[in-house]
């Protein structure tokens, strides 16, 4: 008996016909279909189905007509699949699956097209379109050209400059990245890092940055600066690396660097992955390398989770310095770090821009500042120019 659930069909009893609009797909449960497509006005054969098959589901993901006949060769029962079930997972999938499927449908279309004769003028493919389409490809290159850029040592890092407060001297730097595409120029790290993070570029994507710094350190040490250090920024892919610490002091040490003058900073909404960070700040704190809480308050402090992680540095995210003035802003940046202080770590704070935040920030006891009253981020060439002077 046929319902919205199941469907019945007699052996020759038809489907769907070629041309029809689509409505539903089909899961065959039991019995065999098979499907044709007219050419030169006779049916011919393009497959037959069975068990465990999808059916009409091409026509329901491209909203195109029905470009073949379905015909029991046996009794089937067929479960139908509204459209609305495929077009909510296709919508939430990733756009380059998506892309990749809509452009692999539209190529086997315009390939029997071809075959059955039924081509219009002019057979060329139609391009990927759809929602999202063009940016889900303009993505796909951007991480080619990445790859390109990673290939060719065409990433540098930045070396941000970190003030300890009270003493007025440079404590150490943030290595940032920054890649300059050769036709769109400056590409954030904030986009390019996020790219790589969705696949495994981010792997030597970080191997790259990692050696970087760790060759930045040496020649900061060989300028006879022994006690700078350098943080770099971990990604949430190498923080699911077991190896990550291990593969960090291989290359501290293949540069002859202290391993205390390395920091690493996690950035806050990583924390949610609690053990994976519990293990990494267990096993950096054995190497002797320290482990810092980046962009802190910006909405994933999680203070449950914060007295079990044993954090060297907090870095207050510069959302709250941008807003000092505000006296309720100002009472939240006393009591973290207060309660920084309490845990026994640092606290840096981001974004500094004004001679007025550095002194607030001063007379609350603040530790350290990073921002563009400190310094921009400088080449290693500027970093060492400007502390030999
Ligand atoms: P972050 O780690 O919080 O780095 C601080 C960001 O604030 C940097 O942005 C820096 O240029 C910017 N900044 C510093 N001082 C000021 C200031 O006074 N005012 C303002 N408005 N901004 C300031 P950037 O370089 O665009 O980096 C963005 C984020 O990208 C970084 O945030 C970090 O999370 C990530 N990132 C950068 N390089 C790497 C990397 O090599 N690996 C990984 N995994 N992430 C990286
Ligand atoms: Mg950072
Ligand atoms: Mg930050």
Excluded at 140 to 145: D, G
Aim: charged share 20%; hydrophobic share 45%; proline share 4%.
């Amino acid at each position: 008996m046929d319902s919205a659930y199941r469907i019945e069909l007699l052996s020759g009893q038809v489907l769907f016909r070629e041309g029809d609009a689509p409505t539903t797909a089909f899961l065959i449960e039991s019995g065999s279909l098979r499907i044709t497509a007219l050419r030169e006005g006779a049916p011919m054969l393009l497959s037959d189905l069975g068990p465990g098959a999808l059916v009409g589901e091409m026509a329901v993901l491209d909203e195109s007509p029905r470009s073949a006949t379905a015909t029991a060769l046996a009794a089937c029962v067929l479960t139908p699949i509204d459209r609305d079930q495929f077009a909510e997972r296709l919508t939430a999938a990733d756009p380059v699956v998506r892309a990749l499927l809509l452009s692999q449908l539209s190529r086997y279309r315009t390939a029997l097209a071809t075959f059955t004769g039924n081509a219009a003028s002019t057979t060329m493919e139609a391009p990927a379109t759809g929602e999202g389409a063009a940016s889900a490809l303009d993505k796909i290159r951007l991480e080619s050209q990445l790859r390109e850029a990673l290939e060719r040592n065409e990433l540098e890092i930045r070396l941000q400059p970190i003030l300890e407060i009270v003493s007025g001297r440079l404590a150490g730097y943030e290595a940032l990245t920054r890649w300059t595409h050769p036709d769109r120029g400056v590409v954030s790290p904030a986009d390019f890092i996020a790219l790589a993070e969705e696949t495994s570029l981010i792997v030597p994507v970080g191997e790259y940055v990692l050696r970087e710094v760790c060759s930045a350190l040496r020649r900061l040490t060989d300028a006879a600066h022994a006690t700078l250090f350098v943080a770099l920024n971990v990604s949430g892919r190498q923080l699911e690396d077991a190896d990550f610490v291990a593969r960090v002091l291989t290359q501290v040490r293949a540069h002859g660097v202290a391993p205390a003058q390395l920091k690493l900073e996690i950035t806050e909404s990583l924390i949610l992955d609690y053990s994976k960070v519990a293990t990494l700040i267990e096993h950096s704190h054995r190497a002797g390398i320290r482990v810092a809480l980046d962009d802190f308050g910006t909405g994933y402090s999680n203070l449950g989770h914060l007295h079990k992680l044993a954090f060297d540095t907090l870095k207050l995210d510069q959302s709250f310095i941008r807003q000092l003035d505000d006296p309720r802003c100002l009472a939240i940046v006393r009591a973290v770090i207060g309660m920084a202080a309490a845990l026994g770590c640092d606290v840096v704070a981001e974004g500094v821009e004004t001679a007025q935040q550095l002194e607030q920030l001063r007379a609350l006891g603040c530790q350290y500042a990073q921002g563009y009253l400190v310094g921009k981020p400088q080449s290693v060439d500027q970093a060492l120019a400007a502390i030999i002077s």
